[in-house]
């Protein structure tokens, strides 16, 4: 792990305090939690949710009110939620530093990876359905109206005098997912006037987008209102943040590059949490219902996501508004995060030392 990544997220002094609202009323529940006794669950219990920033209108508005719902006709008892939402990687240091999620809901599986090497997550999350994933999107670029730069392309944003937006790959999932999505489909020659596997070509686009960044915000959703704010010509972001926008009566207007990778959002019960709160059943009911065609649901018509199946995010839903995307491929088919880690984001990684001489 990058000096860079540890070294600039700051504790969430609050969520450690409020995450008692999820504890046990019984001294016991420590013990329960070591497996020497039982707890006592809470007469209500609380949930405590920490998710990334993009999909907040989904679960506050549509598929938590659902859940409760569904566990107060089940249980009689309606449970309580306590929601926090930031960068994914700001959200896993948190968690790391006592924040007390019992479920994270984050942007990508590395964030979820520095939960369990904690030991907070002791169950092999990916033994669920799509391997843990309960979502997915695409990079898109986020224009002004009528497409003044006329951006086209990854190549386009290297242009001088071009004003970017991307998060922080410090603290945000979303700006790791931009950064591997430009080299992807630059080392996989979906880029005008770059060859397939030449690295030299796809550091030099990196190196020149990232020079070109005027902001490096703290999440992908501050980068998205700052852009729509007034700052910049392209905002680098999710599909669904351009769509959620618009639903809002916005003029963003989303260009689809050539290459995109398909970012793929994992949910996971933090056990050592939930234990010590005594909402281990809870938890998992909530994971278990994340995976449903319900919810699923929501995250299609609400929070404006793709399919979990890699073959119908491609083809999307053109008819809707969802176009095809003409290469959409995998973290799996870049070598897997420990390699695009090793390459782009370690001390010495090409990211890093982008986003370093950028200033």
């Known amino acids: 792990m990058p000096r860079w990544f540890t070294r600039r997220i700051v504790p969430v002094g609050l969520a450690v305090a409020l995450a008692a609202l999820a504890a046990c009323t019984s001294s016991s529940a420590n013990e329960g ?5 039982t707890c ?13 920033s993009t999909p907040r209108e989904v679960y506050d508005a549509k598929i938590i009110p659902a859940f409760k719902a569904m566990w107060k006709d089940k249980t009689g008892v309606e449970p309580q939620f306590f929601e926090s939402y930031t960068g994914s990687t700001t959200q896993a240091q948190n968690v790391v530093n006592g924040s007390g999620a019992d479920v994270v809901a984050l942007s990508l599986a590395p964030d ?52 970017l937006l991307t998060p922080d790959p410090a603290q945000s999932g979303g700006a790791r997912w931009n950064l591997v999505s430009l080299w992807g489909s630059a080392m996989r020659g979906d880029v005008p006037g770059i060859t397939k596997d030449d690295q030299a070509g796809a550091t030099g686009l990196l190196q020149d987008v990232v020079g070109n960044v005027i902001s490096f915000d ?22 669904n943040e351009v769509k959620t926008a618009d639903a809002a009566g916005l003029p963003d207007e989303a260009v689809y590059p050539k290459g995109s990778v398909l970012i793929e959002n994992p949910v996971a019960v933090v056990d050592k949490n939930a234990a010590d709160h005594c909402v281990t059943d ?31 995010a491609k083809k999307g839903d053109p008819a809707n508004g969802y176009p095809a995307i003409k290469d959409l491929f995998t973290v799996d088919e870049l070598g897997g995060w420990d390699q695009l880690d090793q390459t782009l984001f370690t001390d010495n990684g090409i990211a890093t030392q982008a986003v370093a001489n950028a200033g």
């Open 112 to 163: 979820v990876q520095t939960i369990e090497n904690a030991g907070l997550i002791t169950h092999d999350w990916t033994d669920a359905p799509d391997k843990g994933m309960v979502s997915s999107s695409v990079v898109v670029f986020d224009v002004r109206p009528g497409n003044p730069k006329n951006i086209v392309d990854w190549n386009d944003l290297a242009q001088p005098g071009t004003g």
């Open 40 to 52: 006592t669950p809470a007469a209500v219990p609380t949930l405590t949710f920490a998710a990334y």
């Open 282 to 312: 809870l938890a998992n009911a909530f994971v278990d219902f994340l995976h449903t065609k319900e919810a699923k649901g929501y995250y299609t018509d609400t929070g404006f996501l793709r399919s979990t199946n890699a073959e119908l």
């Open 218 to 239: 703290s999440s992908a959703r501050t980068s998205i209102q700052n852009f729509e704010g007034g700052n910049g010509d392209v905002a680098i972001t999710y599909e």
């Open 33 to 37: 939690a070591s497996g020497s006794g």
